[in-house]
């Protein structure tokens, strides 16, 4: 019967074994001794554990004594104050530091992307800034060109009004000059019947003068 109940206990144990199995750390003790038994008067396994050093729990006794699995393998018991569940405050530390260099090269990075982000928002205030300007150029110059189509539509318009006037003005002086040669075509025919006229005269003159001389003559000897 008692064979049994050990050998009962024993499978117990066994199985409570993985169950209870945990990683805990060395306290902030600069060598804890593994023995294999629970008490000073076992056999040292190992001459001391460093403090921060992770092993496995795998049972805790009301001795003051936890059965504990070494990173090397070797199960033994130690002083279970000389446990902890966290690690020592040195390995928090630079666990800590680690962190918060990461956390800081993680900061940098995102610094770095809001930089970029407030740079290319820059740029596009800047170009929505110039694209402004240019628009109010371009409206300036369209109400300029306006202005000047404006006007050359009244240029054209006059320029042809203008032209038109000439051209009346060539017609006009077209038959002027015309109505001048004709007067003066009608002052030369004059002229050549005048002159024809005094020619005509003048030789009706010369026959009849004599005619009369002579008719005086003969009335003064009657």
Not at 104 to 123: C, T
Request: charge should be neutral.
């Amino acid at each position: 019967m008692t064979t049994f109940r050990l050998l009962a206990i024993a499978v117990l144990s066994a199985l409570c074994l993985p169950v209870m199995a945990k990683t805990v750390y060395i306290d902030d003790t600069l060598y804890a001794p593994v023995r294999s038994g629970e008490g000073t008067q076992y056999r040292i396994l190992n001459n001391g554990l460093k403090s921060g050093t992770p092993v496995e729990l795998l049972e805790k006794s009301e001795s003051g004594y936890s059965k504990i699995r070494t990173p090397d393998g070797t199960v033994g018991w130690i002083v279970s104050r000389y446990l902890s569940e966290q690690p020592i405050a040195r390995d928090r530390l630079v666990a800590a530091n680690k962190e918060l260099e990461q956390t800081k090269s993680q900061l940098a990075e995102l610094q770095n992307k809001l930089d970029a982000v407030q740079s290319e928002r820059d740029n596009l205030a800047s170009s929505e800034s110039n694209l402004e300007d240019r628009t109010r150029k371009l409206a300036t110059e369209l109400e300029k060109i306006k202005s000047i189509s404006a006007n050359a539509i009244t240029l054209d318009q006059r320029n042809k009004e203008l032209q038109q006037a000439n051209q009346k003005l060539r017609s006009d002086m077209e038959v002027i000059t015309a109505e001048k040669e004709r007067l003066e075509a009608k002052n030369d025919s004059d002229f050549m019947l005048i002159g024809a006229g005094l020619v005509l005269a003048g030789i009706v003159i010369a026959l009849i003068l004599p005619a009369l001389k002579s008719s005086k003559k003969h009335d003064t000897w009657a």
